[in-house]
């Protein structure tokens, strides 16, 4: 009799728990989304949920120092702040980028593709200084995938046509995007398109281009097949993280796209590109801002690793999938809220 009644204490308990979860729900659908976004962040991915779930919500903070104000974007500011020298992180994957702002360079056996290219006053530092420094020829970046249009990922483009005859690769909606922005500052000429889906081949090694909307309106988020100590791995690339109609709004909201069409494009986005991980077992996710990912402490990890360490880029495909549920609740939350 006693255990019974204990019993039932414990399921009433577990049921009014269950209520109250749903009743706050019912009360605050945002705050439902937030924790389960803070649950999926766990203690991997704070960097993407404090600034998708937290930041969104406060005021917009002030440009980072490594930022050139608008119209100066060619002017170099003191390298001190936003040097950082390149890394090898997978056997064909190598880090190229700024202290916040990532550059990766894919070698292949025909030559290097780039996804994305910094800022113009950066580049020569860090992707052909970098390559160089890590016995790599940057005259043979043959593709420089552009995950977006916005200058500190697609500043570095035309010198790299200019000096190296590189293929720049946007989606037609963020060409058009580059063209709108009458910021002064060096924009390559329109080249390649990327289509939903294409596939990108150099020698041995072929990269999967996905669009995934809402970041801005053509972001390209791409899959890229490595390998660590001649290991196979899969990476998934998101490609544009921030809510910038949130920061920004001018460039986004119009009458026929509120901040509910954005928050909904990035949402439909996460979830699309978290069943392509599911389905193809990508197990390394990297972002273009090292905050996101983890790169501001990963790349340590990869110089100090030692032979037999696990490499700390490769979270599982679990992991991966959590990224993108940080990515894809945050929306959703952001959603609640315009409703």
Not at 42 to 50: A, C, E, P, S
Not at 53 to 64: F, I, L
Not at 249 to 277: K, L, N
Request: proline share 8%; with cysteine; glycine share 10%.
């Amino acid at each position: 009799m006693k255990r019974f009644l204990i019993g039932l204490l414990a399921a009433a308990s577990v049921i009014a728990l269950a209520q109250g979860a749903r009743a706050q729900s019912q009360a605050d659908p945002a705050q439902a989304h937030v924790d389960l976004a803070k649950a999926a962040a766990g203690q991997d991915f704070g960097g993407l949920f404090n600034s998708l779930c937290v930041e969104p919500t406060q005021p917009p903070p002030a440009p980072p120092a490594a930022a050139p104000p608008a119209g100066a974007a060619q002017a170099s500011p003191d390298r001190s702040p936003w040097h950082a020298e390149p890394v090898k992180v997978f056997d064909n994957l190598y880090f190229v980028g700024q202290t916040e702002y990532s550059a990766w360079a894919v070698t292949t056996s025909a030559g290097i593709i780039l996804v994305d290219t910094i800022w113009s006053y950066s580049v020569e530092d860090e992707v052909v200084g970098g390559l160089t420094k890590l016995g790599l020829d940057p005259k043979t970046i043959k593709y420089a995938i552009v995950s977006h249009g916005h200058i500190d990922h697609a500043g570095g483009a035309k010198y790299l046509q200019d000096h190296f005859g590189t293929r720049v690769i946007l989606t037609a909606a963020d060409w058009d995007l580059m063209d709108r922005d009458t910021r002064d500052w060096p924009k390559p000429k329109r080249d390649m398109v990327a289509t939903d889906g294409q596939k990108l081949t150099l020698g041995d090694t072929t990269l999967t281009l996905y669009l995934t909307p809402g970041h801005t309106p053509g972001t390209i988020s791409t899959l890229i097949p490595v390998k660590d100590g001649g290991k196979p791995h899969l990476v998934a690339e998101w490609g544009g993280t921030a809510f910038n109609w949130v920061r920004n709004p001018g460039p986004y909201i119009t009458p026929d796209r509120p901040a509910s069409f954005w928050f909904q494009a990035y949402s439909a986005s996460a979830e699309r590109f978290r069943d392509i991980v599911a389905r193809t077992g990508a197990d390394v996710i990297i972002s273009n801002h090292t905050i996101y990912d983890g790169s501001k402490t990963k790349l340590l990890g990869v110089q100090e690793r030692k032979p037999g360490d696990p490499n700390p880029y490769v979270v599982g495909n679990e992991g991966v999938k959590r990224y993108l549920t940080v990515a894809d609740e945050c929306a959703k939350a952001g959603l609640a809220r315009e409703k």
